[in-house]
Nanobody, 125 residues
Framework: QVQLVESGGGLVQAGGSLRLSCAAS????????LGWFRQAPGKEREFVSAIVWSAGSRDYADSVKGRFTISRDNAKNTVYLQMNSLKPEDTAVYSC??????????????????WGQGTQVTVSS
């Protein structure tokens, strides 16, 4: 079965950087979109970024554009989220998700059928 395993979260000071990883297994992901979503306490889950595996096209939420970069490693079946210039408002549980096949909007979390367990990112001021 499909498994998505996130890693790389932690505690960092404002202005710092973290790189999240999402190791994907269980199927071929060439027809999929892989996305990152986050949820802060008391808030709705929100889209962060996504990449269409085969095309390599990327999308970002306005709040992270210019600071976050999504990428993939085909050989490792892994998607990364490089997060720079982190702000306290980036504090959340970050989850990786897969939409297979990629048919719908990549920003709509309800269109993703597979989810990882999430990793906590905490940015202190």
């Amino acid at each position: 079965q499909v498994q998505l395993v996130e890693s790389g979260g932690g505690l960092v000071q404002a202005g710092g950087s973290l790189r999240l990883s999402c190791a994907a297994s269980g199927r071929t992901f060439s027809m999929c979109a892989l996305g990152w979503f986050r949820q802060a306490p008391g808030k709705e889950r929100e889209f962060v970024s996504a990449i269409v595996w085969s095309a390599g096209s990327r999308d970002y939420a306005d709040s992270v554009k210019g600071r976050f970069t999504i990428s993939r490693d085909n050989a490792k079946n892994t998607v990364y989220l490089q997060m720079n210039s982190l702000k306290p408002e980036d504090t959340a549980v970050y989850s990786c998700a897969a939409q297979c096949p990629r048919q719908y909007s990549v920003v709509d979390g309800s269109r993703y059928g597979y989810w990882g367990q999430g990793t906590q990112v905490t940015v202190s001021s």
